[in-house]
């Protein structure tokens, strides 16, 4: 029983396991490995546009994580690596952009929509509020009205 439960577990786990990053690849070195796989994962494949250039099988996202291992074999950093590569496909590649310059709008716009529809509410509440008075006594004649009414 224990290995049909085994048997099917790997069965469902098997596709998580498939990534795009092929064997040939591979860097000897486990760090630098890691340290590709990491910048992978931070870079969007400009076919696929939802993956990220680690996961994705899109001849150009496989020629962009050999370009991630050269650089890094090279010696460049993690920033420099980033850095080379959004010079060469722009702030798209990047699936978190820099907030500066046209992203910074981007960035803030969610924010201040954010306050814009607080202080919308607010004054709506508050302008609602001033309509509503109190109930006021019925005057005499509205209550003789109301007795005429309730006899009737």
Do not use: H
Not at 53 to 80: F, H, K, P
Not at 94 to 100: G, K, Q
């Amino acid at each position: 029983m224990r290995a049909l439960f085994l048997a099917i577990l790997l069965l469902v786990t098997l596709p998580f396991a498939a990534f795009a990053v092929q064997p040939d690849e591979v860097l000897d070195n486990a760090a630098l490995e890691a340290r590709a796989r990491q910048i992978s994962q931070k870079l969007r494949c400009p076919v696929c546009q939802g993956e990220n250039i680690d996961e994705s099988n899109a001849a150009i996202s496989r020629d962009l994580r050999l370009y991630v291992r050269e650089r890094l074999v090279a010696g460049d950093s993690d920033t420099e690596v980033i850095d080379a590569v959004v010079s060469r496909f722009g702030e798209f590649v990047l699936f978190e952009p820099r907030a500066r310059g046209g992203n910074l709008l981007l960035w803030l716009a969610g924010p201040l929509m954010a306050l814009v529809a607080l202080l919308v509410a607010w004054r709506f509440l508050r302008g609602r509020a001033g309509l509503q008075s109190p109930p006021s006594d019925l005057s005499d004649a509205e209550k003789d009205r109301l007795r005429q009414i309730m006899r009737d």
